[in-house]
């Protein structure tokens, strides 16, 4: 029988995406196994990460500088906004090395299941931005499901009165797929290949 310190880490390694209890276990008998190699380095940049990385307040982006550093970068096309669901959907497009323009991260989809409406997301913030005179296109890059399309609908909708032009990710990338999953030769054709939303 394992102490409570151990049970909770396990328990909490549980919570992580891709773990559930055996493979929790192993990590965690893994981590205390090499205590001064992983377990202490692995804590405290656990709490450096949690004191230090933020939210951008103009994209949505994790970083330690806010605004972030893409969001900082004078090299970037500030007349283009990818719009993605998730961060961890701006970081497969910036592993693709294709895209020079800014993000704007929604924080989700639209879900009337889950009671996901557009005031939980970042709709509105997408729509002050894209009213800028120097925005000319936002790529609609939400994941090709159900959510992820209505979403992409709901937000092309919003955008016409801005006056941006909207386009979408091609449709070679597969239905309810995650663009997080995808690898960066799908991810630069479908870029690429993109057409009006």
């Known amino acids: ?50 004191e230090s990385i933020r939210n951008c307040s103009q994209c949505g982006n994790l970083d330690t500088v806010d605004p972030c550093t893409i969001c900082g970068d004078p090299e970037r096309d500030e007349s283009l906004i990818c719009v993605v669901e998730e961060v961890a959907d701006l970081w497969a497009m910036e592993r693709s090395g294709v895209y020079r323009g800014r993000y704007h991260v929604l924080g989700g989809t639209l879900s009337a299941l889950d009671g996901v409406g557009p005031e939980e997301l970042k709709i509105a913030k997408l729509v002050e931005r894209a009213s800028n005179s120097r925005v000319t296109e936002v790529i609609l890059a939400t994941n090709a499901t159900v959510d992820g399309q209505t979403t992409a609908h709901y937000v092309a909708d919003r955008l016409v009165p801005c ?15 995650e663009l997080d999953y995808l690898d960066d030769g799908t991810l630069t054709a479908a870029l690429k290949a993109r057409s009006p939303a």
């Not at 394992?2 to 493979?23: C, E, N």
């Not at 006056?163 to 797929?177: D, E, I, N, R, Y």
């Open 1 to 50: 029988m394992t102490g409570s310190h151990i049970d909770r880490l396990i328990r909490l390694l549980a919570k992580l995406p891709g773990l559930g209890p055996r493979s929790a276990r192993r990590a965690a008998l893994q981590l205390l196994k090499k205590r001064e190699s992983l377990l202490q380095p692995l804590a405290a940049e656990l709490v450096q990460a949690a």
């Open 163 to 177: 006056g941006v032009g909207t386009t979408k990710l091609a449709h070679g990338l597969p239905m309810g797929g």
